[in-house]
T-cell receptor, first 112, second 116 residues
Framework: GENVEQHPSTLSVQEGDSAVIKCTYS??????FPWYKQELGKGPQLIID?????GEKKDQRIAVTLNKTAKHFSLHITETQPEDSAVYFC???????????FGRGTSLIVHP | EAGVTQFPSHSVIEKGQTVTLRCDPI?????LYWYRRVMGKEIKFLLH????????ESGMPNNRFLAERTGGTYSTLKVQPAELEDSGVYFC??????????????FGEGSRLTVL
């Protein structure tokens, strides 16, 4: 089955800095890569996703890149703000499946 | 529109006792999932329902776990008897019916289970 590795487990940055979270996956059939943000006391919520037919996708301060050859994808957050502090999860899913496989999560702390 | 709701938010039980977690998915969502996260680890898949049918239960740890979704609406996950390693946060998620599946799961806030 699919295996998703996520790094780092904890990331501490100063407000205004950029943050990068990296994930690798094992199943070459995976073609959908969502990122979820979990704020304290809440459930994970989709913030951005990318499909395997594109290499990069951007939404305001958030961007995701995908390297299918290397089987890795990354989340980039620019101009971080304290409200970006949360746990971020990457996931991967193959086309024929309804079940995404999640990584271990990255706790992002943005210091004011 | 109400999101995915889970109950209880936190349960503390003794080893050997029984706990039942409940999930109410978003109205109209045929797909319902149970996941579990042990502290510091991945959100691990347990089970997937399509309406009232178990589509995939490959992630269920053992026969101490029983999930049901009678009538294809809310779902329950019962752990009996609970063991220490069952502690964690149990997430329920739902998604729209098949056809055009966008891939997005809508998660509840989770039920934290602590087994002492």
């Amino acid at each position: 089955g699919e295996n998703v590795e996520q790094h780092p487990s904890t990331l501490s940055v100063q407000e205004g800095d950029s943050a990068v979270i990296k994930c690798t996956y094992s199943d070459s059939a995976s073609n959908y890569f969502p990122w979820y943000k979990q704020e304290l006391g809440k459930g994970p919520q989709l913030i951005i996703d990318i499909r395997s037919n594109v290499g990069e996708k951007k939404d305001q301060r958030i961007a995701v890149t995908l390297n299918k050859t290397a089987k890795h994808f990354s989340l980039h957050i620019t101009e971080t703000q304290p409200e970006d502090s949360a746990v971020y999860f990457c996931a991967a899913k193959s086309g024929g499946s309804y079940i995404p496989t999640f990584g271990r999560g990255t706790s992002l702390i943005v210091h004011p | 529109e109400a999101g995915v709701t889970q109950f209880p938010s936190h349960s503390v039980i003794e080893k050997g006792q029984t706990v039942t977690l409940r999930c109410d998915p978003i109205s109209g969502h045929d797909n319902l999932y149970w996941y579990r996260r042990v502290m510091g680890k991945e959100i691990k898949f347990l089970l997937h329902f399509v309406k009232e049918s178990k589509q995939d239960e490959s992630g269920m740890p053992n026969n101490r776990f029983l999930a049901e979704r009678t009538g294809g609406t809310y779902s329950t996950l019962k752990v009996q008897p609970a063991e220490l390693e069952d502690s964690g946060v149990y997430f329920c998620a739902s998604s729209q019916a098949g056809g055009v599946f966008t891939g997005e799961l809508f998660f509840g806030e989770g039920s934290r289970l602590t087994v002492l």
